[in-house]
């Protein structure tokens, strides 16, 4: 027995010893590689590509991850084996500025919790604090709201500025202080500033990744980009088994207004009308889409619009005009990526998924962009230029954050006077012969209110809401903020016609279906709740007998695809059906529930949720060839546990198929020896 006893001990310092072992992140340089091969990079090799300039991506991974990429197709050299302790060389020769003087170097963690309480102190009016969760390390995650009469919900859009995501991109964290203190100190003083904190809702979180900040880290503690956590096309080139599996990303769907799977609802929810999302290692401006090369349907007006002010904004410092790649300039490598003025669709540069921006385009009705600040960071920034630089970025912002409140606005509320959750719909009608602008929710709170920020042109809008008549309004004429508001009062009932929409999930993807009748003569179908994420403009649906017509929609939305069809009367009104929701797992929880360990060395545990059904789970390589059939046959409904033993392959990454008839899942798998 005893020494059982000092066996168990023994292991016991060992696991401890282990886990707080830190394993450093290394810099790679992948290629040259074409934007095909970019799009499997992420995909199928256990690394984050941060950068792209046409043929090479600078990429990040891990030291115990470097071995497996000696297998890529392309080729890869180490550019920084151990960054955590190249960032600490770093520092150490940065140039020191005076730390009594503001701005002149980067803010800890404990200043900028500390910074954010005192500004809410010093400025309770127009300033509070939300704490919206804890990191995996337990540290804050904190907003600060700003506003007139801050502590009330009032008839004004919500906007978001969210910074350090990337652990190692600190500026992103400086940049969003230097904007909170700006908002706060020049108001009343400085007419620009008075106008967007008496306008609107502003939420600001400095850090979103405190845990990577503090070992300048890109990854969480977790070893988890959260800038492919969230779950809008999320796929699981971050290593999860689902999205939102980080506490820091669910915080940020949280207040975000979030209401999926694995987001908790513990703080308030908002509506976010525009939000920005600070990067840097790079100087560009990314929209959406970054999953896809496809349009957005807001593109023309983001792109020429809020990203040209927010460069130009910059532009105006010192900072940006002094420098030779620049704003203005720094697009001219990329021009056959549609580059203008390096402000380009984050797809064109690389696609990702699961990013911020993508999930508050696509799912909650957001623009969200990404900023890349600045050009070479990695921890060496030159402090001494923090306040030019915060200064540039300063007035980007506040041009960006003046276009929420340009374009439509108004309430949704029933005859009684109680807010309506209803969807909007904006069509230009010079656009032939029909096309969607714009999709989104209003803002479900005790005022109801919408914001839609639109280019100044002429609309015709459509409220929908489930048990109201919908209501269409033509010809109304958007003028930026001097637009007239449209206050909608929805009487119960249906609309003219009778539509039921209908989805299941088969093995190609989501089968949608509908009555044809004579009450509508054209349909428009759409995935989502955001905007514009239309299935396919003015799609002509297959027509089955019987007057019943199908869309199979082969890229759907995990772990949540919501459609709605937009149906059209002879008199040219538009009614909107659904939402209808298909659960890509239909049991509710994801057919896979844990995997590990993943790197393996032997044996692989794998325990799924069985719907009952037969079940096969294969090993393939990169390239897609099978390697191993692992099992196939019956599994009764529950929870099961299964282990293999992979001693016979080789080291390698792989893809570890879990499929049944219905439903089915791939896992990048790490084997190592
Ligand atoms: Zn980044």
Do not use: G, N, R
């Given at each position: 027995m005893k020494l059982l006893t000092v066996t168990f001990i023994l292991l016991a310092v060992i696991v401890v010893g282990a886990g707080e072992a830190l394993v450093s992140e290394s810099l790679v340089l992948v290629g040259p590689i074409s934007r095909d091969g970019l799009a499997m990079l992420e995909r199928d090799w256990p690394l984050s590509i941060d950068d792209y300039d046409g043929s090479f991506a600078t990429c990040y991974t891990f030291q115990d991850k470097l071995e497996l990429l000696d297998s890529m197709p392309w080729g890869c050299v180490v550019?920084?084996?151990d960054l955590q302790a190249h960032y600490a060389e770093q520092r150490a020769m940065a140039f020191i500025g005076?730390?009594?003087?503001?701005?002149n170097t980067l803010h800890t963690y404990d200043e900028t919790m500390t910074l954010l309480q005192t500004w809410a102190d010093t400025y309770p009016s127009i300033a509070r604090i939300v704490d919206v969760g804890t990191s995996v390390e337990g540290r804050h995650l904190r907003c600060i709201v700003i506003s007139d009469n801050v502590d009330t919900e009032e008839y004004e859009p919500e906007v978001r500025v969210i910074g350090t995501i990337h652990g190692n991109e600190e500026i992103a964290n400086e940049v969003v202080l230097y904007l909170t203190e700006r908002l706060l100190t020049d108001y009343g003083m400085v007419s620009a500033v008075t106008e967007l904190v008496d306008g609107m809702e502003i939420w600001l979180q400095p850090l979103v990744n405190p845990d990577g900040y503090v070992i300048s880290r890109r990854s969480n503690a977790n070893y988890v980009d959260l800038n492919r956590n969230l779950s809008y096309q999320w796929d699981s080139s971050d290593g999860e088994?689902?999205?939102?599996?980080?506490p820091e990303t669910r915080a940020l769907a949280d207040y975000s207004g979030g209401d999926e799977q694995y987001v908790p609802d513990d703080v308030e929810d908002n509506t976010f009308v525009l939000g920005l999302t600070h990067h840097s290692g790079a100087v560009c401006l990314n929209y959406v889409w970054n999953y896809q090369y496809t349009d957005a349907a807001d593109k023309a007006h983001i792109w020429h619009n809020l990203c040209q002010d927010y460069s130009d904004g910059c532009e105006d410092s010192s900072y940006y005009s002094n420098l030779d790649d620049g704003w203005g300039n720094y697009g001219d490598g990329y021009q056959n990526y549609d580059y203008m003025d390096a402000i380009c669709e984050g797809a064109e540069w690389y696609p990702t998924n699961g990013d911020v921006n993508d999930w508050s385009y696509g799912e909650r009705g957001c623009i969200d962009t990404t900023t890349e600040l600045s050009d070479g960071q990695y921890g060496s920034f030159p402090e001494g230029d923090i306040i030019d630089f915060c200064d540039a970025n300063y007035h980007g912002q506040m041009a960006y954050l003046e276009y929420a409140d340009d374009g439509l606005h108004g309430t949704a509320k029933d005859t009684a006077g109680v807010p309506v959750l209803c969807t909007i719909t904006v069509n230009d009608p010079t656009h032939s012969p029909m096309r969607t602008e714009a999709f989104m929710y209003n803002?479900?709170?005790?005022?109801g209110d919408y914001w839609l920020p639109l280019d100044d042109r002429t609309y015709d809008v459509t409220f929908s809401a489930d048990g109201y008549i919908p209501q269409t309004f033509e010809g109304v004429v958007v003028t930026g903020e001097t637009t007239t508001p449209i206050d909608v009062v929805f009487e119960a009932g249906s609309g003219v016609g009778d539509l039921t929409l209908s989805a299941h999930q088969t093995s190609d993807g989501v089968l949608l279906s509908w009555e044809i009748s004579t009450d509508f003569v054209a349909f428009n179908l759409y995935r989502d709740n955001g905007r514009g994420n239309s299935v396919g403009e003015r799609l002509n649906p297959f027509r089955l007998d019987g007057g019943a017509a199908c869309y199979l929609d082969a890229n759907p939305n995990a772990p949540i695809s919501r459609y709605r069809i937009e149906a059209i009367t002879p008199e040219g009104h538009r009614e909107i059906y659904g939402p209808v929701e298909v659960k890509l797992d239909e049991y509710g929880e994801p057919l896979l529930v844990g995997l590990y360990p993943n790197p393996v060395v032997s044996e692989l545990t794998l325990e799924l949720n069985s719907s009952g059904s037969d079940y096969r789970i294969s090993l393939y390589d990169v390239a897609g060839r099978l390697v191993d059939n692992l099992y196939a046959g019956t599994l009764t409904e529950g929870r099961h546990s299964l282990s293999f033993d992979l001693t016979t392959h080789s080291a390698g990454v792989y893809l570890l198929r879990v499929e049944s008839g219905v439903e089915s899942e791939n896992i990048r798998l790490v084997i190592t020896q």
């Open positions: 550019l920084v084996e005076d730390k009594d003087e503001p701005w088994l689902h999205p939102f599996s980080q803002d479900p709170t005790v005022i």
